[in-house]
């Protein structure tokens, strides 16, 4: 029995390998759900065609919840002693990512000479929820809610037509963003990125 287990354990991988993707996302802001879906683009994107680890661009994407409002991070570390490379910020960037443009920016630091096939056409950069909704092609990731429409694309997170109380304009600040933005924690409206402003 004994050996057993030992040759069980020595089956066992790093739970960790690089190069290493980490996601943190505002917890108070329900924005699992998005980190999950990039999580999933980019796993596919990097490693679904590799037949071994060496042929994986990248070897670990990990969700790390934050409670620091408004946070949305992505980070590449190439190896064990190399350094953080902050290659998205929502606050930094000005909303989230577009699923092309994050993986390009992945590509460019773990392997620049790469080629992302489909994900290296032309992409517009970022892809903003509410009222400032990407018309790229690539789908949106899910909102909070992870509804889909009859017509089986990804709605916004709240619907266009939402009438705000008294007390979501108070804390949004504005009708607009009050309607617009509603998967925001009341922390993280004091800290939008300037492509959310007025």
């Known amino acids: 029995m004994a050996s057993d287990m030992a040759s069980d354990t020595t089956q066992l991988q790093d739970p960790v390998a690089y190069p290493l993707v980490s996601i943190l996302y ?81 590509r460019d630091v773990v392997s620049p000479e790469r080629s992302l096939g489909h994900s290296d056409k032309k992409s517009s950069g970022t892809l903003l929820t509410g009222s400032k909704a990407s018309s790229a092609s690539s789908p949106a990731p899910p909102p909070a809610s992870g509804a889909v429409s009859s017509t089986g694309s990804i709605p916004l997170a709240t619907p266009r037509e ?35 402003e007025m």
Do not use: M
């Not at 919840?65 to 490379?85: H, I, N």
């Not at 504005?174 to 939008?192: I, Q, R």
């Open 26 to 106: 505002c917890v108070k802001c329900n924005w699992l759900l998005r980190a999950s879906w990039y999580q999933q683009e980019l796993l596919q994107t990097f490693t679904s065609k590799a037949t071994s680890a060496d042929e994986a661009v990248v070897h670990s994407i990990v969700l790390r919840p934050s409670f620091v409002p408004g946070t949305f991070q992505v980070l590449v570390k190439r190896s064990a002693d190399a350094e953080w490379v902050l290659v998205w910020d929502r606050l930094r960037d000005g909303g989230f990512p577009e699923a092309k443009a994050l993986k390009q920016c992945i």
């Open 162 to 196: 939402h009438t705000p109380t008294e007390r979501e304009i108070e804390t949004y600040g504005s009708p607009k963003l009050a309607s617009s933005h509603k998967t925001f924690c009341e922390e993280c409206v004091e800290n939008l990125p300037p492509a959310w």
